[in-house]
């Protein structure tokens, strides 16, 4: 490192660095001054030096809180791979999640958490005997959960997240109409949509995403869609279709799934579009290692799923 260098780093306070990065996660200089255990006045003044040593104003005001700008946005890899680096030089310990304990909470989706859950508990049983962990039933909203902390990672379709939201992608979906055996569409060899869609239907309300969708592809074929049963959670839609009455609108991997194949019946709706699922976890568990760790193996069973079934 050169003499140069030296200077400009000897007269930088790093600890404005922590106080960016915590800002940029945050979007609120409230909240960034209670993580760090400072005043808020104290927060105030460090986004002033930054903004003079930046020459940006790094963040503009939005609502109660505040957004990170393009600049403030570029920065933030280079500052979290820096924090990370430093915290492994001072610590200069490996973690261990045989000697971990905590709680890690999660909402996926109830068809994800079925395929995940034995291989899950598998893992932690054997690595990490002294972790809970907590499943949520997944709310239209997860990042506004993620970014309160009131859940850990969740597992949702590929939405536009907040700058502190960070995301992984880890499924493509093709739904299609289901219904049981006893269904009078389960004695058409390839309903149509309009046969589809004569029949009472049953609505997942935690998806913000995919019956939108559904709505508006009955209204582009001008058709109208009935829905008379509705429930946020995904097996008690799929026990609902059981009873003969209502059409749902599912994973494909549902129907080709042991537990479902020889109990409902349906059709692939190649005019509606594919949907992409995504892991997401907010940026202050880049600093947790016990669930860095098991968002790792989150993604691993992923893999492994991918590689021994249909879950694409």
């Not at 800002?23 to 105030?44: F, G």
């Not at 003079?52 to 890899?77: C, E, R, S, W």
Request: hydrophobic share 45%; charged share 20%; proline share 4%.
């Amino acid at each position: 490192m050169n003499l140069t260098d030296l200077k400009i780093i000897q007269q930088c306070d790093l600890n404005l660095l922590l106080s960016l990065t915590i800002l940029i996660e945050e979007q609120s200089v409230s909240r960034s001054a209670e993580r760090l255990d400072i005043s808020q006045p104290a927060m105030s003044q460090n986004l002033k030096k930054l903004r003079v040593m930046f020459d940006d104003p790094l963040f503009i005001k939005q609502g109660q809180g505040i957004k990170a700008t393009a600049k403030a946005l570029h920065l933030y890899n280079s500052l979290t791979e820096w924090l990370y680096l430093s915290d492994q030089l001072i610590s200069q310990t490996a973690f261990d999640p045989m000697k971990s304990h905590g709680v890690i909470r999660m909402a996926f989706m109830d068809d994800l958490t079925q395929a995940m859950i034995p291989m899950l508990l598998d893992k932690i049983l054997l690595s990490a005997p002294n972790i809970e962990l907590e499943f949520i039933h997944k709310p239209k909203d997860v990042f506004s959960l993620l970014e309160s902390g009131e859940i850990d990672l969740a597992a949702a379709g590929t939405d536009t997240p907040p700058a502190n939201i960070h995301g992984r992608h880890i499924s493509t979906s093709q739904y299609c109409a289901a219904y049981s055996l006893d269904h009078p569409l389960a004695k058409l060899q390839q309903p149509t949509l309009a046969q589809i869609f004569s029949y009472d239907t049953a609505e997942y309300s935690a998806s913000n995403l995919v019956e939108l969708e559904i709505n508006q592809l009955a209204l582009q074929h001008q058709l109208q869609r009935k829905v008379t049963f509705a429930s946020g959670s995904f097996q008690v839609l799929l026990q609902g279709l059981l009873a003969g009455k209502h059409v749902g609108f599912v994973p494909l991997r549902i129907l080709q799934s042991p537990l479902w194949q020889s109990r409902l019946k349906g059709v692939v709706l190649n005019e509606l579009m594919q949907f992409e699922s995504t892991l997401y976890w907010h940026a202050r568990v880049h600093k947790d290692p016990l669930i860095q760790w098991f968002k790792d193996e989150c993604l691993a069973i992923v893999n492994q799923l991918k590689q021994h079934s249909s879950f694409t």
